[in-house]
């Protein structure tokens, strides 16, 4: 069935007078607003519209596209003749239109899972090679590590023993807090409750030092990274730093995973290479087993200083994991695939499961600055929301409010909190490597450009060409008809991955049955 003739059959098929639109089957007026179906009708009579629908595939069906409008002239290094020109004029209406590139799920679904398949390839080539990484470092020592915050306050948890759930936090007596609250709860929480994280006492929960946590996490892995390959391993192998750093390489890769509490908690490849990364084995000594030992070790080591004087020292939190990555059959631990797939899974999330948001709250007109009182779009407050009015628990509330306040402190003004504070606080990278851990996301994303140029039959450019660009911002997103017909789009591509899909674990079955 041809891409249009989907369209028509989702959402408008004309039989006389009679219409289909999204599941819904009448005449025209029965149910179904009257200037929606004038609009798609006019939108689907447009010259321009078998062109814009190619535009929509093209770009995956992105959820929140960018236009822009210009051109770009390619010419001859030598002699300046003009050998192509890329003008927007003749595209419909005038623009060209581009993925957003979102990575987040929540805002635009194609973008984030090119952004995750991207990530998957990233943290799997630095497992078992390809990409330009040498299927030798699969044998490089490596684990995965969970480092956890700390404890800001008693929250609600659920506590599953071999597949057995328990009270959440079973107390004797009826002990209260300060507060006058119960510090316990004898709830056996269900996996979607929605209590799950929040704190038993919202009074004696830390918000203030929750806040800060998760502004300094990122600086806190620094730590933990530089500890672990210049303090720990080396003193474990009875190296110097400097000798340990001729012989041996630690390169990691790590993606941040929001807990329900509010907190954020890392997931990590870490690996010991060569002095050449992953192109060179680490000596015989360098093994798992020490890499494992070190990082419980460093984790429990390391300390932020706050950003105020006075203020507690920040750490990670008791709870560490390390687990080994094992590769073929048996063994105990994770495969490759699990744990790439892990890591890229939350690569595309954020604050959601909190139940936050995922756009910042700052004023557009003054950046969140209030103009010293003057700004007319927020009144001075720099806020682009009241906060009081967000329609998000109160759990997340109060750590959304806590973060715009420490924000507008001196003390805190170089963690720009306020420009976080919608994440909790947290404004460091999601996903992030080490410099030799494997392939960048860079490449992979000019080695798809390259793929769809030749898939296109575009030659690749000489070296000796000037190419001149001149482009600029011309809008962005669909009107409502649009939106309805791009949705369509994404469900037709969407269909064909899966048919794409099964037709591939069917072939492979088949190869395997013989």
Not at 2 to 20: A, E, F, N, S
Not at 244 to 261: G, N, P
Not at 486 to 498: C, M, P
Request: one cysteine or more; a positive charge; aromatic letters at 8%.
């Amino acid at each position: 069935m041809c891409l249009h003739l989907y369209y028509r059959l989702r959402y408008h098929v004309y039989v006389g007078q009679d219409v289909v639109q999204a599941g819904k089957t009448g005449r025209v007026g029965d149910g179904i607003e009257p200037w929606f179906d004038r609009a798609l009708l006019a939108l689907m009579m447009q010259p321009e519209y078998r062109a814009w629908e190619e535009q929509v595939r093209l770009i995956g069906g992105c959820e929140h596209p960018i236009y822009l409008r210009g051109r770009t002239v390619i010419r001859d290094a030598g002699s300046g003749v003009v050998l192509s020109v890329f003008d927007s004029a003749a595209l419909p209406y005038g623009r060209l239109m581009v993925p957003c590139g979102n990575r987040r799920s929540s805002r635009c679904g194609p973008c984030s899972r090119v952004y995750a398949g991207d990530t998957f390839q990233r943290i799997r080539a630095g497992l078992i090679g390809g990409k330009g990484v040498p299927e030798e470092v699969a044998g490089h020592p490596m684990v995965f590590a969970t480092l956890t915050a700390p404890s800001f306050g008693p929250v609600h948890t659920r506590v599953d023993r071999n597949g057995v759930v328990l009270p959440c936090r079973a107390r004797r007596g009826g002990q209260v807090c300060e507060h006058g609250r119960v510090v316990g709860c004898g709830v056996r929480h269900g996996p979607d409750d929605p209590a799950l994280g929040t704190p038993l006492c919202p009074a004696c929960f830390d918000y203030t030092s929750a806040v800060l946590w998760n502004a300094h996490a990122g600086r806190l892995w620094h730590r933990f990274c530089d500890d672990l390959r210049r303090v720990t391993l080396p003193g474990a192998s009875g190296l110097t730093k400097r000798e340990f750093a001729k012989l041996v390489r630690v390169s990691f890769t790590k993606v941040a995973e929001y807990q329900r509490r509010g907190l954020v908690h890392f997931h990590a490849v870490v690996r010991l290479d060569g002095p050449d990364g992953a192109k060179s084995m680490p000596p015989v000594w360098a093994t798992a087993e020490l890499l494992s030992e070190t990082i419980g070790q460093s984790a429990r080591r390391v300390r932020v200083a706050a950003a105020h004087k006075g203020a507690q020292d920040l750490m990670w939190g008791a709870q560490f994991d390390v687990q080994p990555i094992v590769f073929g059959d048996g063994g105990e631990g994770l495969s490759a695939a699990q744990v790439a797939g892990y890591i890229a899974k939350y690569a595309t999330k954020g604050a959601e499961c909190v139940g936050t948001l995922d756009r910042p709250i700052t004023c557009r007109k003054c950046g969140g600055t209030g103009l010293g009182g003057a700004c007319p779009s927020c009144e001075g407050t720099g806020l682009g929301v009241v906060i009081a009015d967000l329609p998000i628990p109160s759990h997340a509330r109060a750590l959304v409010a806590t973060a715009w306040h420490l924000g507008g402190l001196p003390e805190y003004e170089d963690l720009r909190l306020r420009a976080w504070a919608h994440q909790c606080g947290f404004g460091g990278h999601f996903s992030t490597a080490s410099r030799l851990y494997s392939v960048t996301m860079t490449r992979l994303r000019n080695d798809r450009a390259a793929w769809q140029r030749a898939r296109a039959g575009l030659a690749e450019l000489p070296d000796d060409v000037i190419v001149e660009s001149e482009w600029e911002f011309a809008g962005s997103g669909y009107s409502a008809v649009e939106a309805e017909q791009a949705a369509a789009i994404r469900e037709a591509i969407e269909f064909n991955r899966e048919l794409a899909r099964d037709a591939a674990d069917e072939l492979a079955r088949g190869r395997d049955a013989a």
